[in-house]
């Protein structure tokens, strides 16, 4: 007999085909890096207010070596893919969003499966579209580091142009993102860093 279309898996839409699986890193048990494997894992569809994005790049954050490492206060369920800031494009997104679209580059402040995976899902409010001007890597440390150092130095501390800001820790992610923040807004900056001793 003659195979149909259907039978050899072809379609007659130009649609493409989504997989049903993906690749994440995964941590079954506390403990050192040696912990995590990368293995496949089940593609997260997005539910009504739900972001699927692909990721390109993942932040590290050092509170995630000590989840990793079972030395936190509040330790996810295992087995679990650490991560919750990145960047990427919209892969998909669930019913009733409006914040971002299929397509668009977007940095992430929070993700209900981990980034340390080809695809993260996330809520729509935790996903911000990401300029052109500015790298996937770049992106990556927004929705951390950046969000931190913004409500340390205009938040808290309220600076203003003029006024001069002392960074402690210049030299760490949130410490940098303060200084630049603090300088960008008219600020004489003063930092402090430690030695390697």
Same mark, same amino acid.
């Given at each position: 007999g003659t195979a149909t279309k259907s039978q050899c898996g072809m379609m007659d839409t130009m649609e493409p085909l989504r997989p049903s699986t993906m690749v994440a890193i995964e941590v079954a048990e506390f403990g050192e890096p040696e912990v995590m494997k990368c293995l496949p894992s089940k593609l997260?569809?997005?539910?009504? $207010?739900? +972001?699927?994005?692909?990721m390109r790049t993942a932040g590290v954050n050092p509170v995630e070596t000590y989840i990793r490492s079972g030395k936190? @206060?509040?330790l996810p369920t295992l087995p679990y893919t650490p991560g919750g800031e990145g960047a990427g494009f919209v892969a998909e997104v669930g019913a009733g969003v409006t914040k971002v679209s299929v397509g668009q580059r977007v940095y992430l402040a929070g993700s209900k499966t981990g980034t340390y995976a080809?695809? =993260?899902?996330c809520n729509e409010a935790t996903v911000f579209p990401l300029p052109d001007n500015v790298t996937f890597e770049q992106? @990556?440390?927004?929705?951390t580091a950046y969000a931190t150092a913004h409500r340390a130095v205009f938040r808290s501390a309220q600076a +203003? @142009?003029?006024?001069? +800001?002392?960074?402690?820790? =210049?030299? $760490?992610g949130v410490g940098l993102a303060a200084v630049q923040l603090a300088k960008a807004c008219g600020c004489l900056v003063v930092g402090t860093g430690s030695s390697a001793e």
């Amino acid at each position: 007999g003659t195979a149909t279309k259907s039978q050899c898996g072809m379609m007659d839409t130009m649609e493409p085909l989504r997989p049903s699986t993906m690749v994440a890193i995964e941590v079954a048990e506390f403990g050192e890096p040696e912990v995590m494997k990368c293995l496949p894992s089940k593609l997260p569809t997005p539910d009504k $207010g739900e +972001v699927l994005v692909s990721m390109r790049t993942a932040g590290v954050n050092p509170v995630e070596t000590y989840i990793r490492s079972g030395k936190y @206060a509040k330790l996810p369920t295992l087995p679990y893919t650490p991560g919750g800031e990145g960047a990427g494009f919209v892969a998909e997104v669930g019913a009733g969003v409006t914040k971002v679209s299929v397509g668009q580059r977007v940095y992430l402040a929070g993700s209900k499966t981990g980034t340390y995976a080809q695809f =993260a899902l996330c809520n729509e409010a935790t996903v911000f579209p990401l300029p052109d001007n500015v790298t996937f890597e770049q992106g @990556a440390t927004l929705g951390t580091a950046y969000a931190t150092a913004h409500r340390a130095v205009f938040r808290s501390a309220q600076a +203003v @142009a003029g006024n001069t +800001v002392m960074v402690h820790g =210049a030299t $760490g992610g949130v410490g940098l993102a303060a200084v630049q923040l603090a300088k960008a807004c008219g600020c004489l900056v003063v930092g402090t860093g430690s030695s390697a001793e």
